[in-house]
Nanobody
Framework: QVQLVESGGGLVQAGGSLSLSCTASRLLFSVYDMGWYRQAPGKQRELVARMTTTGRKNYGDSVKGRFTISRDNAENTLYLQMNSLKPEDTAVYYC??????????????WGQGTQVAVSS
């Protein structure tokens, strides 16, 4: 199975910053759209940020202006820079690789998740 290796989770004070990283295989990274999702207790998983292989970015409404997604193709690594963190950002963050086939079939790979906790 393809592994998405995440790092950077932890505890941070409200208003602070945190950076997450996700490293995938070279093949997957080159052909899959990559993104970050999160899930808080009692809530459904939601999109945080996504970056396609063509460079298009989109963000969840709750993080726009605060989070920045980027990717380093040479290092097969996806990043999420999180600034001005709020307690409501507390969640398990998942790295995702997605491939939309021409047929409409979708393939997803998920990381194991990393805990981000923002204290007030």
């Amino acid at each position: 199975q393809v592994q998405l290796v995440e790092s950077g989770g932890g505890l941070v004070q409200a208003g602070g910053s945190l950076s997450l990283s996700c490293t995938a295989s070279r093949l997957l990274f080159s052909v899959y759209d990559m993104g970050w999702y999160r899930q808080a207790p009692g809530k459904q998983r939601e999109l945080v940020a996504r970056m396609t292989t063509t460079g298009r970015k989109n963000y969840g409404d709750s993080v726009k202006g605060r989070f920045t997604i980027s990717r380093d193709n040479a290092e097969n690594t996806l990043y999420l820079q999180m600034n001005s963190l709020k307690p409501e950002d507390t969640a398990v963050y998942y790295c995702n690789g997605n491939f939309q086939m021409a047929s409409g079939r979708s393939i997803d790979y998920w990381g194991q998740g990393t805990q981000v906790a923002v204290s007030s």
